[in-house]
């Protein structure tokens, strides 16, 4: 288990760039682009631009590593907060403002990849039930 604060923070780090990298991977991939506007997956993709180099990927990350990377950011957040001072993470604050960028960058991505989502079951709604009237005649 990492012990430094500053190797915490940097594993933290980089695992909420994977993230931001997967989900905008996914509001990228053809189920959920097609549901997106131009501007926002121009917006999507201008999210993980700034504090990313790594290429996104061609196909989106599957469910299991998106849940992997998820539980393993928590605990190692839980365990950075639970083992060291609030003075010992003070010290690495750009490491901790990095953090708090990062999870900005995930929590507005989350949300777009939530609404495309939902938008796809309104579509799916409408064409069943277009279906289901053209059925009775």
């Known amino acids: 288990m990492v012990t430094c604060v500053k190797e915490t923070l940097e594993k933290i780090n980089t695992i ?21 506007t131009p501007q926002e997956n121009h ?7 700034p504090l990313t180099t790594e290429p996104v990927p061609d196909e989106p990350v599957s469910e299991d590593k998106l849940n992997e990377l998820m539980t393993q950011r928590q605990h190692l957040i839980s365990a950075l907060f639970d083992q060291h001072s609030t003075e010992a ?12 960028t990062l ?9 777009a990849c939530k609404q495309a989502l939902a938008d796809q079951v309104l579509q799916l709604k409408k064409s069943t039930k277009v279906s289901q009237s053209y059925q009775k005649y």
């Open 43 to 49: 917006r999507s993709q201008a999210i993980a631009e």
């Open 89 to 100: 993470i003070a010290i690495e604050l750009n490491l901790l403002n990095e953090m708090i």
């Open 16 to 36: 909420s760039r994977q993230l931001v990298l997967a989900l905008s991977s996914r509001l990228l991939s053809p189920t959920l682009a097609a549901q997106n």
């Open 103 to 111: 999870d900005a960058q995930l929590t507005e991505q989350s949300l």
